[in-house]
């Protein structure tokens, strides 16, 4: 790619300099001078994702087999799609799957915490074991498996709606008993029903918006009531020799009721493997105060009417706006992973990254801005230092395992930004070909030129766009 490049600018410019007089020459554009440090690294990314959760995998099987084809392609292919590479299933804690409520593995009491369990496994899991296996075929290594609530036989209210919390946690007894070892070994055999299938679940999360009660699927926990599940729960997965997963904590509305619960999650610290928080009564703005890594794992435009456009008015569904969300929690907030709710489900809001009406399938500019870096900041990728963004544009880099190295460019200003992109320390990375590629209102990330001169990639962000510049090492002559 760079050597076409090289040879195109060797052989056009002087046939353009021969077309026209000397005086029409203007000096070469260097653009602002952009310079990636790989010696200063900070966190390690885990990806970029979504979930079907709620019947909304139901919602993607019921179009043609090509259209779910497409769908799948648009949200985890690293060739056609965004390439997500982060999936959040929803574990079923419902006795049955009318509306969107999500059916559970055991729909009723086996009769104590103590009864031999009476599992059933459809083998559908409400559609997502098949969305789990597709997005896997495309690529996606990271499957977070959550529940939103324990079963209603395990909890304080008897419902696996309206809150209550789980019998055995610290101030909830119950005449029942201690369900939290039901609760772990109810887990454990949801992740077994998918080992079975062949799609290994990375990441187990055992509640979801704890400080919220709502009419579905909620159960409440504060730090100290989720410590003491985890209690339980860390010892379970390691006699299960499941030590792989990872225990995600705590799923909360906000950034700022994780860094509230993270205080009394501190007894059980080495269970965990990742922190998480959602975005919807606070967003990432700094980091939160763990060693673990962190995952915003569910945000987006609830209520939003249904729009497309990469930029219409600065608006919670515009696209750019997500490229600037995720941009603050990966720069501002040391995120590793970002998630948004839905990929694809059908209805008139901006709740997912693709519409789905009748048998139309329509990607929105969100799932293009969550594109912008999933394709090239692939999982394992470390965010590294980067200076001099032209005024308007902000500007981050990752260095990825393959050595790529992988600089975002958002520009909201109304001009386009002529930038010239150079990388230094490591241990002297040499470019030897760079790529790039742009997201805007009329472009889904097309390829857009770049010129490699010097080691230096050269490259014009259109006005309201986001652009990303790949740079990959030279290879040594064979
Ligand atoms: C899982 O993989 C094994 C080995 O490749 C295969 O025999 C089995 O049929 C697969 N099971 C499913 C449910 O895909
Ligand atoms: C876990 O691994 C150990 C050692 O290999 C083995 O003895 C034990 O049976 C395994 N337990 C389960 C539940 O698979
Ligand atoms: C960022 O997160 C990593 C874990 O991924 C942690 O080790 C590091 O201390 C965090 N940095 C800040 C500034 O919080």
């Keep these: 790619m760079s050597l076409t490049l090289l040879i195109t600018g060797t052989i056009f410019l002087p046939l353009t300099v021969l077309a026209r007089t000397a005086t029409d020459v203007k000096p070469r554009q260097a653009g602002t001078t952009v310079t990636v440090n790989l010696d200063q690294r900070y966190q390690t990314i885990d990806g970029f994702g979504c979930s079907e959760a709620f019947q909304r995998a139901v919602q993607m099987s019921k179009v043609t087999e090509e259209q779910q084809q497409y769908t799948l392609d648009l949200l985890f292919s690293t060739e056609k799609g965004a390439g997500l590479s982060i999936l959040r299933n929803g574990i079923g804690s419902s006795p049955d799957m009318s509306a969107d409520h999500m059916v559970s593995i055991q729909p009723k009491s086996p009769g104590g915490p103590t009864s031999p369990p009476n599992y059933v496994w459809d083998g559908s899991d409400n559609k997502q074991l098949w969305v789990s296996q597709e997005a896997v075929k495309r690529g996606v290594k990271t499957i977070y498996a959550n529940a939103w609530s324990a079963p209603g036989y395990m909890k304080t209210n008897g419902n696996d709606a309206n809150g209550g919390t789980l019998c055995g946690v610290g101030g909830a007894s119950c005449s029942s008993g201690d369900w939290r070892q039901a609760y772990a070994d109810y ?94 009564t606070s967003s990432p703005g700094s980091p939160l105060n763990t060693r673990h890594r962190v995952w915003q794992t569910e945000a987006a435009d609830l209520n939003g009417a249904w ?41 008139a809001t901006n709740s997912k990254l693709v519409r ?96 490699l001169e010097g080691g230096a990639a050269a490259a014009s962000v259109p006005a309201r766009s986001m652009v990303t510049v790949v740079l990959r090492q030279e290879t040594p002559p064979a």
């Design 187 to 280: 887990l454990v055999q949801y992740i077994r029903f998918y080992q079975e299938a062949n799609v290994t679940i990375t990441h187990l999360g055992f509640v979801n918006e704890p400080d919220l009660t709502t009419s579905y699927a909620s159960m409440r926990m504060s730090g100290s009531q989720a410590a003491d599940f985890i209690k339980v729960l860390g010892p379970t997965l390691e006699r299960e020799n499941l030590t792989s997963v990872g225990i995600n904590c705590c799923d909360p509305e906000g950034w700022s009721s994780q860094a509230g619960m993270l205080g009394q999650l501190g007894p059980v610290d080495s269970y965990l493997s990742t922190v998480t928080a959602h975005s919807y």
């Design 307 to 347: 729009q497309g456009a990469w930029y219409a008015n600065g608006g919670a569904g515009d696209g750019q706006t997500w490229a600037n969300n995720i941009y603050t929690a990966l720069v501002s907030a040391n995120a590793s992973g970002y998630l948004y709710w839905i990929g694809a489900q059908t209805g």
């Design 356 to 451: 789905i009406d009748g048998n139309t399938v329509t990607p929105s500019k969100r799932l293009w801005a969550f594109g912008q870096w999933s394709r090239f900041v692939r999982p394992g990728a470390v965010r590294v230092g980067v200076q001099g963004a032209p005024s308007g544009v902000r500007v981050s880099a990752f260095q990825n395992v393959d050595g790529a190295v992988a600089v975002q460019f958002i520009n909201t200003g109304a001009a386009a930004a002529s930038v010239q992109v150079k990388v230094g320390g490591g241990e002297s990375f040499a470019a030897g070909a760079a790529t790039a590629h742009v997201t805007d209102n009329s472009r889904d990330l097309e390829d857009l030129t770049v010129q």
